[in-house]
């Protein structure tokens, strides 16, 4: 049986002093749209940063593909293969076009192939001419947008996006509900989505996992979790579920 695409085997992570993960494992496989739902600080952000190995965990493995990804080199390697979108949008200094770069030009790309993927991201999540304006002196629908236009023009493999949607109007979170869905489908991105949206679990993710107080308390396909729901969250959300589905 080949190994799935990202596996978490025992992970725990302090912050502050405090367990925010205790002993969380699960399984991503090539292609899923996992969603990782869950009440505030249940530990949705703190296992997607553990995940990404953008955050050292106390104990535990992430292993790619099988292999774990340990040490500098492996964890330099395995970054580039993912990208993430965080709840705060963190922009830099300059322009949108330049944030939208930043990670395009760490990789030493021909002016011309960084300035087209540029061009295709800033068009893509609709923010074309804003791309002179400073990151600084957008709103903040406006600079999601920007961080998610980042994240695209690297073309990752895997995309971490935590709480996408939030702080976007209406229209717009439809159209890039609608536009991300396209685009993990057609370019085959595996994603991990921390959301309180429950459409976004039942339309955009085949997988969904609930944390509860540090600890991965289920994880299956939406339809079971939500027929069987572990916790009081949990069950509202399914609720909320049957209501869109009603
Ligand atoms: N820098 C920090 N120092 C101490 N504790 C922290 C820190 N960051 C987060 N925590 C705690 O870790 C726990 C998990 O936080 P986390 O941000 O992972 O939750 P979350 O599920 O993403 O919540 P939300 O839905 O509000 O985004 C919370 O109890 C939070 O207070
Ligand atoms: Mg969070």
Known sequence: MTSPLLEARGLSMQRGGVDVLKNVSLTVQENDVLALIGSNGSGKTSLMLALARLMPVNKGDVFVSGEAINGKNAGLAYRRRLAMVFQEPLLLNGSVATNVATG???????????????????????????????????????????????????????????????????????????QLSKLLHSKGITAVIATHDCREVLQLCNRVAVMNKG?????????????????????????HAKSYNT
């Not at 001419?129 to 903040?140: F, V």
């Not at 600890?215 to 609720?239: E, K, Q, T, Y």
Request: proline share 7%; net charge negative; charged share 30%.
């Open 104 to 178: 395009l030009n760490l990789r030493s790309m021909p002016r011309q192939e960084l300035q087209e993927r540029v061009d295709e991201a800033l068009e893509l999540f609709g923010i074309a001419g804003l791309s002179r304006r400073s990151a600084h002196s957008l709103s903040s629908g406006e600079a999601r947008r920007v961080s998610l236009a980042r994240a695209f023009a690297m073309r990752p493999e895997m995309i971490f996006l935590d709480e996408p949607f939030t702080a976007l109007d209406l229209p717009l979170r439809e159209a890039l509900f609608q």
């Open 215 to 239: 600890r991965l308390i289920r994880s299956g396909i939406p339809d079971d979790v939500l027929a069987d729901p572990p916790d009081d969250f949990s069950a509202a959300f399914a609720r």
